[in-house]
């Protein structure tokens, strides 16, 4: 079946930097990828739509500026978490859109201390 | 209001054993529905959509209510590697963005 990567899986950074976390699709193209945040015994919050050529659209509440996403080719958009905070801790996965069904990263687990 | 809001458990139940739960929805135009799994720490994988009619695939057997906006799964014959928790998903507009709720842990002992 379809897959799709994250990188990393799991990313410790201080207060104050900013990370980027990667989704690819690996054998398929994707023209929409969302971004979707796990804090722990919550539900899978969609963050926002990332269009490939074109700008994110993002949920009521999710900041674009901290949350920058970039779609720059039909198997990559990137996630950056800017000046991370300990409130941003959590769990963020991705998913793809491929065949007309929606294939999900296997997560990455950013801890910001 | 929570869009999808589910009765977190957990439900501890024996091998071999039945248990269902449900789940209910907000949006009454919503278009389709299914349930995922998610294990702990890991990604949530699609275990079955939810048609009208009601559909089944193997032990799992899931209903949808429209007009009381609920879905269910039934779990039958239990096994060990049922322990997880279980997800109920609506796509409001048919547009891929989903609304998850925040799972159902289900437990299966020895």
């Known amino acids: 079946g379809a897959v799709v990567s994250q990188h990393p899986s799991r990313v410790i950074c201080k207060s104050g930097t900013s990370v980027k976390i990667e989704c690819r699709s690996l054998?398929?193209?994707?023209?929409?990828m969302f971004w979707y945040r796990q804090f722990p015994k919550q539900s899978l919050m969609l963050m926002a739509t990332?269009?490939?050529?074109?700008?994110?659209?993002?949920e009521q509440g999710v900041e674009k500026d901290k949350f920058l996403i970039n779609h720059a080719s039909l198997t990559l958009s990137t996630l950056t978490v800017t000046s991370a905070h300990p409130e941003d801790s959590s769990f963020y996965i991705c998913s793809a859109i491929g065949h007309s069904e929606q294939y999900f990263g296997p997560g990455t687990r950013l801890t910001v201390t | 209001r929570k869009e999808v809001e589910q009765d977190p458990g957990p439900f501890n139940v024996p091998e071999g054993a039945t248990v269902a739960f449900n789940c209910t929805y907000s949006n009454s135009a919503s278009q389709s529905f299914f349930w995922y799994r998610q294990d702990c720490r890991k990604e949530p994988k699609l275990l079955m959509s939810v048609y009208s009619s009601g559909n089944e695939d193997g032990r799992f057997t899931a209903q949808l209510n429209r007009a009381s906006q609920y879905i269910s799964l039934l779990i039958r014959d239990s096994k060990l590697s049922d322990s997880a928790t279980y997800l109920c998903?609506?796509?409001?507009?048919?547009?891929?963005?989903?609304?998850f709720g925040a799972g159902t842990t289900v437990t299966v002992r020895a």
């Open positions: 054998d398929f193209q994707a023209t929409t």
């Open positions: 998903v609506v796509n409001p507009l048919g547009d891929y963005k989903l609304s």
């Open positions: 990332s269009n490939e050529g074109s700008k994110a659209t993002y």
